[in-house]
């Protein structure tokens, strides 16, 4: 561990929101390293109830920007606002040019930050920080939360490793789960889907989702909701009348047992929910890490990602990959050369992801 102990550390993290919550793995190590020390976080406002009251961090500041607009006043604002909070360390989780300029703007004695977290390009943002610590480790075979806390062991010295951590779930969430849940029979197993990626190439075809809930239906007379963000919520209706279909022509239900809850709850209402639910199948996304802090059983196909990159942190969650040569990818939706049947997402068949469901339950 470095001599000098830090007081008053801030961290940024401004990306999106399954990141933030991978990167309070590397805040608990850092609490850990430097138990004294007062840590404010710098998020963007979507995010920041995964961050406030959360027991490794003291205090949250919220930047709120869009990339394409003329933010320099915005930015500004903030640098003399974090001159004014006197931090003696600043360490950066996310190698943006913002965070570094505000910090070396506000006169941060020590600012850290890695020459590698998501890619290997080089970038001139290095020259701003004070520290700059070498990620050794092949990003793309290595858990993303291992190489925020790899910052921080490097910096600090400390050893061991962090699963990360989600704000405390106040009672106002529990009573809006209970809520929502309500509206389920309540003698029956509680499954939770999510349905939609954050773009095409991370979302699972709508015809799987109804053939995995048909089944599930059929072995445990389950009853569904699904979860999302405001903006999902018609695409889950689509996959909600196919699988109701599918579920009528099979025999299986003639009334609504699967709702809709995207845009009805918040980070923490979400995490409240997956405290109450018996099997989570999910896409990756930010729900799939906010899930994983809770523990349930979970399954979750990964398309264009990979979970030797992005695998839950939970030892009940299971994941599937048909992993072809061209994933990990970074193409468009339109640029897939298997457009419009990506391999990455129609080779994980319904079965296999039954087999993982049936393997959690039982």
């Not at 075809?205 to 963000?229: I, M, Q, S, T």
């Not at 997956?274 to 990964?302: E, P, R, S």
């Given at each position: 561990m470095m001599e000098k102990q830090y007081k008053n550390i801030l961290v940024n993290s401004l990306v999106n929101l399954g990141d933030v919550v991978l990167t309070t793995s590397a805040i608990a190590l850092l609490k850990q390293a430097y138990p004294q020390a007062r840590i404010t976080m710098l998020v963007r406002p979507v995010v920041r109830e995964a961050v406030e009251n959360n027991p490794v961090i003291d205090e949250v500041m919220i930047f709120d920007y869009t990339p394409k607009e003329n933010s320099l006043g915005k930015m500004w604002a903030m640098a003399k606002e974090i001159k004014a909070r006197h931090f003696d360390l600043s360490i950066s989780f996310d190698r943006k040019s913002r965070p570094a300029i505000l910090c070396w703007l506000a006169g941060v004695p020590t600012r850290v930050g890695a020459d590698r977290i998501f890619d290997d390009k080089p970038s001139k943002i290095t020259w701003l920080y004070t520290h700059t610590v070498h990620i050794k480790h092949d990003l793309v075979n290595t858990l993303q939360a291992e190489t925020y806390q790899e910052i921080v062991r490097q910096f600090t010295g400390i050893e061991g490793h962090e699963v990360p951590v989600m704000a405390r779930i106040p009672s106002s969430s529990k009573e809006k789960a209970d809520k929502l849940l309500s509206q389920l029979p309540t003698d029956k197993m509680k499954i939770g889907l999510c349905v939609?990626?954050?773009?095409?190439?991370?979302?699972?075809?709508?015809?799987?989702?109804?053939?995995?809930?048909?089944?599930?239906?059929?072995?445990?007379?389950?009853?569904?909701?699904?979860?999302?963000?405001?903006?999902?919520?018609?695409?889950?209706?689509?996959?909600?009348?196919?699988?109701?279909?599918?579920?009528?022509?099979?025999?299986?239900?003639?009334?609504?047992?699967?709702?809709?809850?995207?845009?009805?709850?918040?980070?923490?209402?979400?995490?409240?929910?997956?405290?109450?639910?018996?099997?989570?199948?999910?896409?990756?996304?930010?729900?799939?890490?906010?899930?994983?802090?809770?523990?349930?059983?979970?399954?979750?196909?990964?398309?264009?990602?990979?979970?030797?990159?992005?695998?839950?942190?939970?030892?009940?969650?299971?994941?599937?990959?048909?992993?072809?040569?061209?994933?990990?990818?970074?193409?468009?939706?339109?640029?897939?050369?298997?457009n419009p049947k990506p391999i990455c997402l129609w080779e994980i068949t319904p079965e296999m992801v039954l087999k993982k469901c049936y393997e959690l339950i039982n």
């Open positions: 939609k990626g954050t773009f095409a190439l991370k979302t699972w075809p709508k015809e799987y989702f109804a053939d995995v809930v048909r089944e599930l239906k059929r072995k445990y007379n389950a009853a569904f909701f699904v979860v999302g963000a405001p903006n999902d919520k018609e695409y889950a209706d689509e996959v909600i009348s196919i699988c109701e279909e599918e579920l009528r022509k099979s025999g299986l239900s003639e009334k609504k047992e699967i709702i809709n809850f995207c845009g009805s709850t918040n980070l923490l209402d979400l995490a409240a929910l997956f405290y109450q639910t018996d099997l989570f199948v999910t896409v990756d996304t930010g729900a799939t890490h906010i899930a994983a802090t809770t523990g349930v059983k979970m399954v979750t196909m990964y398309g264009c990602t990979s979970p030797k990159r992005w695998h839950p942190y939970n030892e009940n969650a299971r994941v599937l990959s048909y992993d072809p040569e061209c994933c990990p990818c970074s193409y468009g939706e339109n640029d897939c050369p298997h």
